[in-house]
């Protein structure tokens, strides 16, 4: 979510991750690393992480020095190459510089990485990937971890209560990580295991399966405890239908708005509207004497994946609104006639603001106003997503 009083360090930390993938494809390229689960393997033990630094934000500073007088220690070199006049006292300037620069704290800039730290998931989150991993997860999951994600029927047989997937676990660590964890288990201290290693069962595919199932059901878990979805989940990927044009994506109308509409041959839809890109995900068969969207969806596991991430199963006149940049923002529940701000579900201010602020003529249009006003800034793993 966005990260107020600290927009400066987003750069830092997209920089952080950005030097670490050029790092780890330049070894891959040179074939000075393998692989893991069909992508670059990370060779070290520890990585730069950018989560601290927005609890630690003078550690952040710190870092930021260091890193431009590292970058004018770079530039006097090159200096020194050509201009052989003043190439000793250039070359005499780094080692000075690298004395006065105040490097932050190793315990803050470095994080546990595992082979897959930096690996991303292939599935694109999408409708067809959570229903697997739903299945898998009734399968493999549910015992320990229960329905909800805060515990099943053996949690309390286990020699540590298993981690709460309903809350922001799933969001604070890096994709990659919780792949290995599910594939290769987890341990206390003393190297007992607390979870069993499931790669001898499943493939890297299904632990990414399993990824977007358990966000899914996170966010709708969140969201009927506290009505937010207090960590950002993203527009499920399915296949659209538009008339008189061939099925696409809903990720090829990334950069435009969009607003998800749950519908059965009852509920009324919506007056499609120039600022937004509108999609009916149909909750049962179309009656013929119903009308016909210009897009629409008609498929089980977009039905099931939506019911997941709203934490409902009154879908019929739901609807869903996504910003441009995939995010879903904001939920008008079934048979709500208007919007409002209210309805932003996504956001940073959590505190209800109908007693501060006056109705909006066009509810639609201030909340629209909102949401551009307020991207999503997430940080994933400790990087900006």
């Known amino acids: 979510m966005n990260i107020p009083n600290a927009d400066w360090v987003n750069p830092l930390i997209r920089l952080l991750e950005a030097v670490q993938l050029a790092v780890l494809r330049l070894l891959s390229w040179a074939g000075m690393t393998g692989t893991s689960e069909g992508q670059p393997a990370w060779p070290w033990a520890v990585r730069l992480t950018g989560e601290n630094l927005l609890i630690d934000l003078g550690q952040a500073r710190r870092l930021a020095w260091t890193l431009a007088l590292l970058a004018i220690a770079f530039v006097l070199l090159l200096l020194a190459l050509f201009w052989r006049r003043r190439r000793w006292w250039l070359v005499a300037t780094v080692p000075l510089l690298m004395l006065i620069a105040p490097w932050p704290d190793a315990s803050v800039l470095l994080a546990p990485a595992q082979p897959t730290s930096f690996h991303r998931s292939p599935t694109g989150f999408s409708a067809a990937s959570i229903a697997q991993g739903r299945a898998l997860y009734a399968q493999d999951c549910v015992a320990c971890h229960g329905a909800e994600g805060r515990g099943g029927p053996l949690a309390s047989a286990q020699s540590v209560w298993p981690p709460n997937l309903a809350g922001p676990l799933l969001w604070r660590r890096a994709d990659g990580e919780v792949l290995w964890r599910i594939l290769h288990g987890t341990h206390d201290r003393r190297g007992q295991a607390t979870m069993p290693a499931f790669a001898d069962s499943l493939e890297a595919d299904d632990a990414w399966a399993l990824i ?80 016909t969207p210009e ?91």
Do not use: Y
């Open 295 to 385: 897009c629409e969806v008609d498929n089980a596991d977009a039905r099931d994946a939506f019911a997941l991430i709203a934490g409902t199963d009154t879908l019929p006149g739901l609807q869903l609104l996504a910003d441009r940049d995939g995010w879903l923002r904001a939920r008008g529940a079934p048979g709500q006639a208007t919007w409002s701000e209210d309805d932003l579900v996504c956001r940073t201010d959590l505190a209800p603001q109908a007693a501060t602020r006056p109705p909006a003529s066009d509810g639609l249009g201030a909340l629209i106003a909102r949401i551009d006003a307020e991207p999503v800034r997430f940080v994933k793993g400790g990087f900006v997503h």
């Open 212 to 291: 977007d199932f358990m966000k899914a059901n996170a966010a709708g878990q969140g969201l009927r405890a506290s009505g937010t979805w207090a960590q950002p989940i993203a527009l499920p990927g399915m296949t659209v239908r538009c008339d008189g044009h061939a099925p696409r994506p809903l990720s090829t109308w990334r950069g435009q708005r969009v607003r998800v509409v749950l519908a059965d041959a009852s509920t009324p839809l919506p007056l499609e509207d120039p600022r937004l890109v509108t999609i009916v995900v149909r909750t049962a068969t179309r009656l013929h004497s119903t009308p």
